[in-house]
């Protein structure tokens, strides 16, 4: 099993990677970029899809026939909601930094010609909040199940400090439609202050898998099966841009049975 902390190995340019292959899993690829203005990153996307989140900065963005011209504007992804891009299989996309960016690409396994590519504009996006108590977290659905893709799900997620998420403890990994569906799932962190840090905890019933991680400013943690709680400690929220795709486009998970009364009331 690879580790399940990725901290990133730079700070300007590719900051950190996962591949389907560095994680010993089938589906999800995760990177974040940093670019400088002018500077221009872009990739074939071949047999695999691609959703570009702007975390934070300002980009032109070239995907087939698309091109955005400026978008994003977050100086910070704590700040309102993302603009995203959707890059199909058998495509290539190209993004210019006209400001200092942050951006996200999230992939999973994809059919060449199966849709367009399309700019994913904050005012369409869903959000709600979960929870309630120190359970209160909010949601930003940027490629939810509802709307077209092959595999891809992608989402933000803002965590005040003292609080939790993904939380009563639940998974997904099992292809056992209706009951629950088998996705593999990232975890890319912030932390505002960005000094702070959350914790992470995956876990399996059996407990052959059992991991707590501090997650700081930047790491992402990969969630290949079990329950996955997060914890933003006090004076530090925690924001996380998950990426999840298996064999079935649709989340449905199940609570850890001993947690579910957390859920009564």
């Not at 990153?41 to 900065?57: F, N, P, Q, W, Y």
């Not at 993004?95 to 999230?106: F, G, Y």
């Not at 709307?147 to 292809?175: F, N, Q």
Request: proline share 9%; glycine share 10%; net charge negative.
């Amino acid at each position: 099993m690879p580790n399940l902390l990725v901290k990133p190995s730079a700070d300007h340019g590719s900051l950190v990677r996962v591949t389907p292959e560095s994680a010993g899993w089938t589906y999800v690829g995760f990177e974040v970029l940093k670019l400088a203005p002018g500077e221009t990153a872009g990739a074939d996307t071949g047999d695999r899809e691609v959703c570009l989140v702007i975390v934070s900065g300002t980009a032109s963005i070239t995907a087939g026939d698309l091109a955005t011209g400026v978008i994003g504007g977050r100086t910070s992804p704590f700040e309102g909601k993302p603009f995203s891009v959707y890059v199909p299989a058998g495509s290539r996309w190209s993004a210019t930094a006209a400001s200092d960016l942050v951006l996200a690409v999230c992939s999973a396994p994809g059919v060449a010609g199966a849709r367009p590519p399309r700019l994913i504009h904050p005012d369409t996006l869903h959000q709600e909040t979960r929870g309630k108590g120190t359970n209160v977290r909010h949601v930003t659905n940027i490629l939810p199940e509802w709307e077209p893709a092959d595999g891809l799900l992608v989402v933000e997620v803002i965590t005040p400090g003292g609080h939790t998420s993904s939380y009563p403890p639940h998974k997904h990994d099992r292809d056992d439609l209706p009951a629950e569906s088998l996705l593999e799932e990232t975890y890319y962190h912030r932390l505002n202050p960005p000094q702070g840090f959350a914790f992470q905890r995956v876990y399996t019933d059996d407990r052959s898998l059992d991991e707590t991680m501090a997650v700081e400013d930047g790491d992402v943690t990969l969630v290949p099966r079990g329950y996955h709680p997060c914890a933003a400690i006090h004076g530090y929220d925690l924001y996380y841009l998950n990426v999840m795709a298996g064999p079935k486009r649709t989340w449905k998970f199940y609570n850890a049975p001993e947690h579910a009364w957390l859920l009564k009331g």
